[in-house]
């Protein structure tokens, strides 16, 4: 089977009515340079992105420095730049779906998760749950494989996986240029739940750097909500082989719940090897 070479990713996942994204951690700005434009919206629309409510942030990147950036559907980081470099294309639009911007494979993703004694170390629970989810992906024998260090120094990782103080979930972004989005938050919140919980947040934000949308984008329904994140009609396409319906066992569905395992089901598994 042929491999796609692009994808969209997003980032939205929160502990079943718990929030993603904290505002705290997100310094609302209106700078001149980036503004929510009509154009700037349609674009987000045509992206099958929610464009309800997108806000200017000052997003703080890996280095420290910030940029600015929009906040779509209340936990998607995006620059214009990357809004800008983002395709458009037709599809149909159902439950587990791509773009054209995926990881380029095969290739080795370098995964370094933080340590050390600042405030952006992971915890023990992240690291157990980060490492079983590296695990999970790569005992598929997908065309993308993962390595996972440890460590203070982020030279040469593709993902940096850290810590950040907020309610329970996490946040990454999409693929750009064949290469994953190259961060992943885990929020503090996340410290007093199990191993599994912590290996399915870490399981959902890699998908999401990968190129995997929510499973059930068209209804928010494992959060309780029967609202769409929004396809405007273009820009997904379905992965054969996967439901049209609810999931409610996907790892990439919207929100979880406190006795996630972080294992994947069966149609994540296949959306995971067509893919990759």
């Not at 310094?27 to 992206?47: C, F, G, R």
């Not at 240029?177 to 599994?196: E, F, I, K, Q, R």
């Amino acid at each position: 089977m042929n491999k796609i070479k692009s994808i969209l990713a997003l980032s939205c996942i929160a502990l079943t009515l718990f929030s993603c994204n904290k505002e705290d951690e997100l310094t609302q700005t209106n700078p001149e340079s980036t503004k929510v434009t009509q154009d700037v919206l349609n674009k987000i629309s045509a992206l099958s992105l929610n464009n309800k409510d997108v806000q200017v942030i000052k997003n703080t990147k890996l280095d420290g420095t910030t940029e600015d950036a929009f906040l779509i559907e209340g936990c998607i980081v995006m620059t214009k730049d990357q809004l800008n470099k983002m395709d458009l294309h037709g599809g149909i639009t159902t439950e587990q779906y791509r773009t054209t911007n995926l990881v380029s494979a095969p290739r080795t993703i370098r995964v370094v998760g933080l340590s050390g004694t600042g405030t952006s170390a992971l915890s023990t629970n992240m690291r157990n749950g980060l490492q079983a989810a590296i695990n999970r992906y790569n005992s598929l024998g997908l065309s993308i494989n993962f390595t996972l260090t440890f460590s203070s120094s982020t030279s040469g990782a593709n993902i940096v996986v850290r810590r950040q103080t907020g309610s329970a979930g996490g946040v990454a972004g999409f693929p750009s240029g064949g290469a994953p989005y190259n961060s992943v938050t885990l929020y503090s919140g996340l410290d007093s739940y199990t191993t599994g919980v912590n290996a399915h947040v870490a399981a959902h934000e890699i998908g999401h750097c990968i190129g995997l949308r929510h499973t059930d984008w068209f209804s928010r329904q494992s959060c309780g909500s029967n609202q769409s994140e929004g396809t405007a009609g273009v820009g997904a396409v379905h992965i054969p082989g996967t439901p049209t319906g609810y999931d409610s066992t996907s790892y990439m569905r919207a929100c979880f719940g406190s006795n996630e395992t972080g294992a994947f089901n069966g149609n994540d598994v296949t959306a995971l090897n067509y893919l990759y």
